[in-house]
């Protein structure tokens, strides 16, 4: 289906935070727009507040004021609804409460013509549900912009059991014209991204709650290693843990009660607390001024002699690891296994990529005396941070080789109490398991899947092609051992990582 006109009316439904900004993509798009808002003034304050950011970038030399100018003069406030019937596609941001939004929907289907596009920019609610009832819900969909509209590039094209093929074709192809990264989900709880990122912050807070580290400890882990922009508590302390909370609360709620989904009460002591994050001064950390700033526990400089180091089996994921302790200058030999499982050995200490297991336990079910085990890394060459859990049988002077040796190859040393999965590894399969589960049921594609997690939450790697790269048997197998550890539901594997692990394929071909 072809993009709408840059000729159609575009009317947008509400001028606060997403309105005026869905409204300034529409009108730098070319398309005239029609802004709407039932408190006076607002229209125009917002239209007023698009001129002074984008005025902003004529002052930085990126943009010609001219270009603003018109911009602006494509945005008409509209003083009542009706003056929207003209338009070709609506878009409503206004207040998150389904019985509002019915009401609004209900009186556009009386205005506009039958062609026009009602579209909702709601998070959570059920789109089918806002278009039940309407006599024409087949071109009612949702169109899930984030915040701020005109920076953040996902649009997530939400499709309710009524809604037409050719609308969400039709509203995915003009959310690419606008130059936007749309991608298509059936209307569920959370559609993609607000589902599939739960696990980032819920894995942070169980990390947290039971001990394995305190949250700078965990954030440096989680850019460091994991290559994310932020970290789990840093970025729930800039989102708000009002809305954080909140969103969580409404997914596990939609999914009755789901433990998967599990609010945690870490985050609800900090909203009671009145410590929501950034806006109020403090959350996980503090940010008032002269407030001392929380750093990462690493390990202090270790000065050990090391032992060659010898690299066993096939390391598939590790082997940039052992590339770079070559690189370091430190004596590596590599040697076939019968079991063919990557180990390092240094001395009398085993070291092995963390499955899901605690070290405690790994270390008793392969007859290990002393076993360290290290976190999963985006990229074992570019990591500057790795976590490490000890089995009980590793003394003081093999836990000063194992940090010694990481540190020789420029890497951080967190260590870690030890939790099953750690730090990483434990995040990028919760992580991959949620998005798995939203392909088996049908709310997106894996390609729309993880192009929704890099364009809407930046994250480094989508997590079905990272999972794709761990080998899935290896991630579902994390999750199995994660489940047994835990003995909860909240770690079950999804059935189609299971399917897909068994006949060896991979998400994407
Ligand atoms: P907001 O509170 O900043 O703005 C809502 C605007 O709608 C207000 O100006 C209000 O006067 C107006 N309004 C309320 N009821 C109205 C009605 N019946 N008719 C016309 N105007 C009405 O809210 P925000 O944050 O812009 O959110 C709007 C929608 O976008 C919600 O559905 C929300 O779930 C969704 N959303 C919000 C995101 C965010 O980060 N704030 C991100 C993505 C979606």
Known sequence: MPALAPSDIIAVIGAGAMGAGIAQVAAQAGHPVRLYDNRDGAAQAGIDGVRRQLEKRVAKGKMAQ??????IERMTPAATLAELADSRLVVEAIVENLEVKRGVFAELESLCGPDTLLTSNTSSLSITSIAAGLERPERVAGLHFFNPAPVMKLVEVISGLATDAEVAETLYATAAAWGKVPVHASSTPGFIVNRVARPFYAEGLRLMQEGAAAPATLDALLRQAGGFRMGPFELMDLIGHDVNYAVTRSVFDAYYGD????????QLALVEAGRLGRKSGQGFYNYREGADSASPDFAPAADAALPPLVAEGQLGVIAPLVDRAEAAGLEVVRRESISGEARLRLGGLTLALS??????ERARDEGLEALVLFDLCLDYEAASAIALAASPGVDAEARNQATALFQRLGLDVAW?????????????????NEAADAVLQGVCSAADGDLAMQAGVNYPRGPLAWADALGLAFVHRTLTHLQQSYGEERYRASFLLRRKALAEETFHV
Request: charged share 20%; aromatic share 2%.
């Open 355 to 360: 499955d899901g297991r605690c070290a405690a």
């Open 259 to 266: 433990t998967r989904f599990e609010p945690s009460l870490v």
């Open 416 to 432: 870690l109490t030890d939790t099953p999965g750690l730090v990483v590894l434990r995040t990028v399969a919760m992580l991959a």
């Open 66 to 71: 001219s270009e603003v100018d018109a911009i």
